[in-house]
Structure formats: structure tokens, C-alpha cells
T-cell receptor, first 114, second 115 residues
Framework: DGGITQSPKYLFRKEGQNVTLSCEQN?????MYWYRQDPGQGLRLIYY???????QKGDIAEGYSVSREKKESFPLTVTSAQKNPTAFYLC?????????????FGQGTRLTVV | GESVGLHLPTLSVQEGDNSIINCAYS??????FIWYKQESGKGPQFIID?????DKRQGQRVTVLLNKTVKHLSLQIAATQPGDSAVYFC??????????????FGDGTTLTVKP
């Protein structure tokens, strides 16, 4: 089955620690995205990658970092610099970077800082 | 600010009734809109999209209407079923950054279907 997989589903982190969220897709998509979702709110773009070896900051990139060394993988690191990291994180991919391309989402990772 | 936004955060309908979820946008140059459905604890799923050269598009039990004059679009769900209970998002071009693939999402409408 083709799809996009995020792991883990739930993640707990102590304050001051960095943590990395995994995102893998086997759809052969060029573009990948990370969104943050807070309760009762829409999706806010953290980082995006139009193509392998490239990535750009989204609207709320501070305290986060990414890499895109392989086409199928786009891991997100939540650093200790992120002031309020508890949230639901969604990874998505689309076939390319054209306007209006359908985004395919993973099932999300719920991060809680304890 | 946001390029798309929803009118109502919640909507409750009786099973079998039709549902209408609304969305407004600010940029008259927006050339596409996409509706997504997000079930509890899951990622959003594509429902239907519409391009600016269309006024209406139909899918299976869903219809999207685009009114460019008042910059408004709606998602209509016919014969709403319990499985339609979810949060519905409209998404459109990011007006703050015209970079082609960037979309912005509204805050979502939570649809609850009563048996």
C-alpha cells in the first residue's frame, strides 16, 4: 500500500530535550510538508520541501529543524528552543509543488512535553 | 492574515439531513480551493477541490459551490451520515507568500451528526 507514515503516534518529551519525529512516504512525491495543529485550530506550516535536498521555512519555523536527504523521508526535530512544543504534528506530501496539488497526510504524532 | 476562514466553528445536523459548511476567502486572485475532512485523532483527507474557473463541482454526496463575487465557497453534504462527523477544513493559496505550492488552512468546522 502506498502512503505516508508518521512515527511514533504518541511522544513524550522532557523540557530541554530535542526530539525527532519521523515521516516516510512511498508515493514517490517530490514535495513534503510539516504542519502543527493546536486544539480547535487549523494547520500551521512549519517547514516544507519542494524537492529532495531542499527545504524552506514555513510560517512558524522557530524552534524546529528538518532535513531532506532522501526523497521518501522528511524528519522534523523539535528543539529545546521551541517554547510551546506540545501539539499534534502532521506530515504531508504532494506529487509536486504546483498550486493546488492534493496533499496526502500521515496519521499524526501527538507530542507532549512533561 | 489568513486567506481563508470559516464562518462557524461547529455544526450539528440530524442524520439524513443535508449539511452546508461555509468558507470565506480574501484574495480574489485565488485560483483553487480544497476541502479536507479530519476524523478524530487522524490526519486530514482530501474530499474535493475546485478551480476558480468553475462555479460548482460535484463528487459522491458532496458538492462544492464557489461564489467569486462575494468570495465565498461552501461544501454541501447530502444525506449526512454518522460517518461524516469530523472537522472540515477549506484550504486555498497562501496570500502572504505566492510560492506556488503553499496553501493556507481555515480553522475548521466540527460537524456532528445526531442519530
Amino acid at each position: 500500500d502506498g502512503g505516508i507514515t508518521q512515527s511514533p503516534k504518541y511522544l513524550f518529551r522532557k523540557e530541554g530535550q530535542n526530539v525527532t519525529l519521523s515521516c516516510e512516504q512511498n508515493l514517490n512525491h517530490d514535495a513534503m510538508y510539516w504542519y502543527r495543529q493546536d486544539p480547535g485550530q487549523g494547520l500551521r506550516l512549519i517547514y516544507y520541501s519542494q524537492i529532495v535536498n531542499d527545504f524552506q521555512k514555513g510560517d512558524i519555523a522557530e524552534g524546529y529543524s528538518v532535513s531532506r536527504e532522501k526523497k521518501e523521508s522528511f524528519p522534523l526535530t523539535v528543539t529545546s528552543a521551541q517554547k510551546n512544543p506540545t501539539a499534534f504534528y502532521l506530515c504531508a506530501s504532494s506529487i509536486d509543488w504546483t498550486a493546488g496539488a492534493e496533499a496526502f497526510f500521515g496519521q499524526g504524532t501527538r507530542l507532549t512535553v512533561v | 492574515g489568513e486567506s481563508v476562514g470559516l464562518h462557524l466553528p461547529t455544526l450539528s445536523v440530524q442524520e439524513g439531513d443535508n449539511s452546508i459548511i461555509n468558507c470565506a476567502y480574501s484574495n480574489s486572485a485565488s485560483d483553487y480551493f480544497i476541502w479536507y475532512k479530519q476524523e478524530s485523532g487522524k490526519g486530514p483527507q482530501f474530499i474535493i477541490d475546485i478551480r476558480s474557473n468553475m462555479d460548482k463541482r460535484q463528487g459522491q454526496r458532496v458538492t462544492v459551490l464557489l461564489n467569486k463575487t462575494v468570495k465565498h465557497l461552501s461544501l454541501q453534504i447530502a444525506a449526512t451520515q454518522p460517518g461524516d462527523s469530523a472537522v472540515y477544513f477549506c484550504a486555498g493559496p497562501d496570500t502572504k507568500d505566492t510560492n506556488a505550492g503553499k496553501s493556507t488552512f481555515g480553522d475548521g468546522t466540527t460537524l456532528t451528526v445526531k442519530p
